[in-house]
């Protein structure tokens, strides 16, 4: 999912049958959706995977240089598995109110929110960014895997108000440059958006544009940790826009990136991925994202009381940042130790070519949390020295040594 970074208003992110415009269902056969670039992808020498009901590019050659190429120059995605979900209508901001833990009412036309779809038991259903087109007209992005979920949920929550809910998924591919080239480029096909020069697009907006003479909703909003676009357009105009800004690109050193890289990248940045660090099992305090719950907002909310409890009586785990000092990599589960007791489990780890150790999230007891955050050896975000000693991770029955480190463990310059 798109997420802000954590200076923002923040963390969304990452997420076979010839399909229709879009990636229509795969012939009923239980087959991946494809998006509108499989022939762009297949002609590129993509490794396709299948990813959240869809067939992805896991990579293109390396995920390594595809990463790099994101944090020193940019990279070019295909997010058309990501849905997309309109609401409408003179009560569409009371219903967005009531059904998600934003506050989606002060959010000006032209604006954008990450957001939160919560149970209501407060566990999170989904995280989500939600685009404010006009007064009464709202896009809400949803992680792929949780769409129909989401579309379902906002549904029946909007019952009450005068809204229209309509699932847009097949009526948008989503194309996004990332990195610190991105403007650069994409300025090369958009030089202005009404009126005004791209580089005046604040973060977290978007407007409507036209690129390699399609026209598209462009947002200045990433998953990445780096400054950069993504472009919703039609299916139909999804290959113009890649080739376009692939060509407006090869002289930066834009290259595509795939999914493994885009994971790598997230990470980096501290942004969750649902399925790990947000699950129906956890809430937005557990992972340190309590600031997206507006209990001052008018109005009730699906969750509010459940949230509310939560947010007084604490956590029941905490979020963390480590880095390990061997070659082994800290995968989803493995239990991590602090003195030799468990103390948590890791949600995602991966290689970080950025500090060149392996990196993961975890989520561990608040006391354990509490007394590392206190420690005078933590190390820095984004430090790759030693930190609070006595940690470890299981790796397959290898005590592993890590060091916590305080999230993100990339943060861009501005």
């Not at 995602?348 to 420690?375: F, H, K, Q």
Request: glycine share 12%; proline share 7%; with cysteine.
């Amino acid at each position: 999912m798109t997420v802000p970074d954590s200076t923002a208003d923040t963390a969304h992110g990452a997420g076979i049958a010839k399909a229709g415009p879009a990636g229509a269902d795969g012939g009923g056969d239980g087959a991946p959706r494809t998006t509108a670039l499989l022939e762009v992808h297949q002609r590129l020498g993509a490794t396709l995977t299948p990813f959240a009901g869809w067939l992805m590019p896991l990579r293109y050659a390396s995920e390594t240089a595809e990463h790099n190429a994101v944090r020193t120059a940019a990279g070019l995605f295909d997010l058309s598995h990501m849905g997309e979900i309109s609401v409408t209508g003179p009560g569409a901001a009371d219903a967005l109110d009531y059904a998600l833990t934003g506050h989606l009412s002060a959010v000006a036309p032209g604006r954008a929110r990450y957001t939160m779809i919560c149970a209501p038991d407060g566990g999170v259903l989904d995280d989500l960014v939600v685009y404010r087109l006009a007064d009464d007209e709202y896009l809400v992005v949803a992680n792929a895997a949780n769409t129909a979920v989401v579309h379902a949920e906002i549904t029946r929550r909007a019952a009450g108000y005068d809204a229209a809910v309509s699932d847009r998924s097949l009526d948008y591919a989503l194309v996004a440059v990332q990195g610190p080239s991105a403007l650069a480029i994409l300025s090369r096909r958009t030089g202005s958006v009404t009126g005004a020069p791209l580089a005046e697009l604040k973060y977290y907006a978007s407007v409507p544009a036209v690129v390699a003479g399609a026209p598209v909703r462009l947002a200045r909003t990433g998953y990445t940790g780096e400054d950069g676009f993504e472009l919703f357009c039609g299916p139909d105009q999804a290959v113009a826009v890649w080739t376009a800004l692939a060509e407006a690109g090869a002289g930066d050193g834009l290259i595509p990136a795939g999914l493994s890289a885009r994971d790598m990248l997230r990470l980096e940045a501290g942004m969750p991925l649902y399925g790990n660090e947000l699950s129906r099992d956890v809430t937005p305090f557990e992972a340190g994202l309590g600031r997206v719950v507006r209990f001052d907002k008018p109005g009730d909310f699906v969750g509010r009381a459940a949230l509310a409890k939560r947010g007084e009586t604490g956590p029941r785990a905490a979020l963390i940042g480590l880095a390990g000092r061997s070659r082994r990599i800290p995968r989803h589960g493995y239990p991590v130790l602090r003195a030799g007791q468990v103390i948590g489990t890791v949600t995602s780890g991966a290689p970080s070519p950025t500090l060149g150790r392996p990196i993961a999230m975890a989520y561990v007891r608040p006391d354990a949390a509490e007394a590392m955050e206190a420690t005078d050896t933590a190390t820095p975000s984004g430090a790759g020295g030693p930190g609070v000693t006595g940690l470890a991770v299981d790796v397959r029955g290898h005590l592993e040594p890590a060091d916590y480190v305080r999230l993100p463990f990339y943060r861009r310059a501005r």
